[in-house]
Nanobody, 115 residues
């Protein structure tokens, strides 16, 4: 059974930083690409960052230069370092792993950027 568990969300002031983690189990982690998505209230889920199995990354324009996605295959974990946070970065952040058997999602972690 594939499981993805996100952690690291919380309340942070504008300009602050958070580091999200997503631990995977039940799947061959190193062979697959991963993504971080977010969903604000009343909005559609959107891709924030993606990392391939060999470490190539891409980002939504809105987070380029502020967010960094990385992976630790030894720990089966993907990270999202978020700096210079803005109120519009608020939402539930989900990680996803893309495999030949399908796409699997975590349950999300809430990020609130507010003063």
């Amino acid at each position: 059974q594939v499981q993805l568990v996100e952690s690291g969300g919380g309340l942070v002031q504008p300009g602050g930083s958070l580091r999200l983690s997503c631990a995977a189990s039940g799947i061959r982690f190193s062979s697959n690409s991963l993504g971080w998505y977010r969903q604000a209230p009343g909005a559609e889920r959107e891709l924030v960052a993606h990392i391939s199995s060999i470490g190539n990354t891409n980002y939504a324009d809105s987070v380029k230069g502020r967010f960094t996605i990385s992976r630790d295959n030894a720990k089966n974990t993907v990270y999202l370092q978020m700096n210079s946070l803005k109120p519009e970065d608020s939402g539930v952040y989900y990680c996803a792993i893309f495999s030949m058997t399908g796409t699997y999602w975590g349950k999300g972690t809430l990020v609130t950027v507010s003063s």
